[in-house]
């Protein structure tokens, strides 16, 4: 007896449901497909009501979420409400933290960032049917088939709850968490309080881990270079809690004098000390009920950390010069950009407190790992600059963002901003240059520029200068794309290969990603004026629709290229392309190239 496990897949993209639906079926699932999430209700509502057989639910749930007549949050909502035990994968374009913590507040298995790699998305539709009591019934009927043992479709049945059965408009209408918060009501006020920006892989995961702790109470130490955003990201995880009521309490030990911090964290009694005329409650009792951040929380004193190890014990504390212990009840955010396992070597951080604060690590990337996000983020930090000033708001030129994209910046995402404000102040005009950078960038660029300086040194090599690239020419943006591309075919790694590189190795990697073949650059006719010649010769032919004609043939010559020049490698001839590989999967189908 062969029973396969059962996939429901929910996509209005067609292309990619034909993918998405072959790669699962040679994973040994079966696979029925839905071009939106109201014909999937109608099939389990039926079961519902009794009309359909219990039988045919499948193990897990495949949607996106972006759909017509019904989005996959409210079926996802649904799905929770009627078949708790069924899990449901969420995959959405629009990859963000609202996206991310929507879906895990309706109570999704996980959430799939397109695009993804499709042997990551296997891995987890089978992790999910794991955790399906039904699937597990279904394995066990088949290991005793021969055995007097229920069927798998009665058991089924057994695991599925009665319905709370509603119609799909109510359910549009009314996505509710299952805290009783409408659905957008709750991730509008996390987004506009907590402006993360971010759609690289890197941000994706971490938006995914907002999405998983934001509801629990657990403790979280938060690790990162300065200025990568520690606070903005505790505050999101406050602010999509069930504590998002209460108080958010920020305090940074390092700006806060030693002999004082106890005093700031506790409180302290009248007359406790010389100057304590008044009873003064402490960030802890401010933050009762609540969120108590703790940043740079390796600057803390040594005899300040066994204070506050009781408090993570047991919630109780002190306060300074008081003989009554004060019982409270505050989730704990720390952060740091030190390497706490350092000072506990050192004897500078107590070893029991770092394994209480360490219960999830949440490490985030710094601004040079994740340069795809920087021309959003100078998008909405020329904004907020312009309002703030009261001007204009001013654009960049694609050579000017280039050069911000290969930046260091050392200083992350706060440097960016300063430097989005220096521009919004300091330039003149409203279309600015790489010329109208601030000078650590212009700097930067002279020496990043060098490397094209010499025309006849890239004639040899195949390489254009800046100067020459039009400003909308893909090369600008290839740094960012192929880094994104890899990070997707290496599955769940958030990590870019440029952050492996040495700064000047990188700075060069990034100067040479403009490519023209030499035995185009030295002939006499390039592929580009061929090309141009072929359209006035086809349209004095009289024939229409050229772009049809051509665009095929041309991907079908670069992605021959690719597979040839990878060995047949698919997720290293998409990073030729500067295609996902999922994307370089549909092609190979719609283009007819399998058989090659």
């Known amino acids: 007896m062969t029973t396969k496990h059962s996939l429901w897949l929910i996509d209005d993209d067609p292309a990619l449901r034909l993918i998405l639906e072959d790669s699962f079926s040679d994973a040994g699932l079966q696979v029925q497909a839905f071009s939106n999430a109201k014909g999937a209700w109608a099939r389990l509502n039926s079961v519902l009501n009794g009309s359909e057989p219990k039988d045919i639910l499948p193990d897990v749930i495949l949607t996106d979420i972006r759909m017509p007549m019904m989005d996959g949050l409210s079926f996802s909502q649904w799905m929770h409400t009627n078949f708790p035990s069924l899990p449901v994968i969420i995959m959405t374009a629009h990859s963000d933290l609202k996206s991310a913590v929507d879906s ?141 009521k209460k108080p958010f309490i920020a305090l940074n030990m390092a700006a806060i004098p030693h002999e004082l911090i106890e005093s700031e964290l506790f409180g302290h009694e009248k007359g406790a000390f010389t100057g304590a005329t008044t009873l003064r409650h402490g960030r802890f009792e401010q933050a009762n009920g609540g969120t108590l951040f703790l940043d740079e929380i390796g600057d803390m004193p040594f005899s300040t950390q066994t204070r506050l190890l009781r408090v993570l014990a047991n919630g109780e504390f002190f306060r300074v010069g008081g003989q009554k212990p004060i019982t409270v009840d505050v989730r704990i955010i720390a952060a740091t950009h030190q390497n706490l396992e350092q000072l506990v070597k050192e004897g500078k951080f107590r070893e029991d407190l770092f394994y209480r604060l360490n219960v999830i690590r949440l490490p985030l990337p710094p601004l040079r790992a994740r340069p795809d996000d920087i021309p959003d983020l100078v998008e909405f930090f020329m904004s907020k600059a312009a309002t703030e000033m009261k001007t204009d708001k001013k654009q960049l030129t694609t050579e000017a963002l280039h050069i911000m994209q290969a930046f260091d910046w050392p200083g992350n995402v706060r440097q960016l901003e300063n430097a989005c404000r220096w521009i919004t102040v300091m330039a003149t005009g409203e279309r600015l240059g790489v010329e109208d950078l601030p000078p650590d960038l212009t700097e930067f660029a002279q020496h990043y520029l060098a490397h094209a300086a010499n025309p006849e040194a890239l004639e040899g090599q195949g390489l254009q200068t800046l100067s020459n690239l039009p400003n909308n020419s893909p090369g600008f943006a290839a740094p960012s794309t192929t880094a994104s591309a890899a990070s997707y075919t290496q599955g769940n790694s958030p990590s870019f290969a440029a952050t492996a590189q040495s700064d000047e190795h990188r700075q060069t990697s990034t100067a040479s990603v403009t490519i023209t073949p030499p035995a185009l650059v030295n002939s006499a006719h390039s592929w580009q004026d061929q090309l141009q010649n072929w359209a006035h010769t086809a349209l004095q032919q009289g024939q229409t629709e050229i772009l049809q004609q051509a665009t095929p043939t041309f991907e079908k010559i670069l992605i021959r290229v690719a597979l040839e020049y990878s060995k047949g490698r698919k997720g290293e001839a998409a990073d030729l392309l500067g295609w996902g590989r999922n994307t370089l999967t549909r092609k190979i189908k719609l283009l007819g190239l399998e058989d090659d």
């Open 104 to 244: 895990y507040d309706t109570g999704a298995f996980e959430y799939l960032p397109k695009p993804f790699d499709l042997d990551h998305a296997i891995c987890v539709v089978k992790k999910a049917i794991t955790t399906n009591p039904a699937a597990a019934l279904v394995d066990n009927a088949i290991v005793a088939e021969d055995s007097e043992v229920p069927s798998a479709a009665s058991d089924k049945k057994e695991a599925i709850q009665r319905p709370n059965t509603a119609p799909s408009s109510e359910i549009k209408k009314q996505p509710a968490t299952k805290k009783g918060t409408p659905v957008a009501t709750k991730a509008s006020a996390a987004s506009e309080s907590t402006p993360i920006i971010g759609q690289s892989p890197a941000m994706q995961t971490v938006f995914r881990a907002i999405g998983r702790l934001a509801s629990s109470p657990i403790t979280v130490l938060i690790t990162g270079e300065s200025g990568t955003g520690k606070e903005l990201v505790a505050g999101a995880l406050h602010q999509n809690s069930p504590r998002q």
